[in-house]
């Protein structure tokens, strides 16, 4: 079992940053994929950003085109904690965000495979 909770989130203006962090509780965060995800009032939740489980020095991430190139997802396994920093923020951006564990290493963009889910941090952009 793991647990997940974010925080970090807040209201900003367009073009503000933010980080998020998302701490996992268990032994075994190092063996986990860690996914970002966010929902917007009214639509279907859709996939932010995932860092692999593993990767020597540096970690494969992925992201969704409409945040790549202004956020970035980390991890530090030695504090159980990803983060994800988010730069040039756009109202557009306004949504939950949720981190989530995938427990099998799949790296993938699918919600449904992870696992473990946090209760999510609201981030609201204003213009």
């Not at 966010?38 to 692999?52: M, N």
Request: charged content about 20%.
């Amino acid at each position: 079992q793991v647990q997940l909770v974010e925080s970090g989130g807040g209201l900003v203006q367009a073009g503000d940053s933010l980080r998020l962090s998302c701490a996992a509780s268990g032994r075994t965060f190092s063996s986990y994929d860690m996914g970002w995800f966010r929902q917007a009032q009214g639509k279907e939740r859709e996939f932010v950003a995932l860092i692999r489980r593993s990767g020597g020095v540096t970690y494969y991430a992925d992201y969704a085109d409409s945040v790549k190139g202004r956020f970035t997802v980390s991890r530090d396994n030695a504090k159980n904690t990803v983060y994800l920093q988010m730069n040039s923020l756009k109202p557009e951006d306004t949504a939950v965000y949720y981190c989530a564990a995938d427990a099998h290493g799949r790296g993938t963009r699918r919600g449904a495979s992870y696992e473990y889910w946090g209760q999510g941090t609201q981030v609201t952009v204003s213009s």
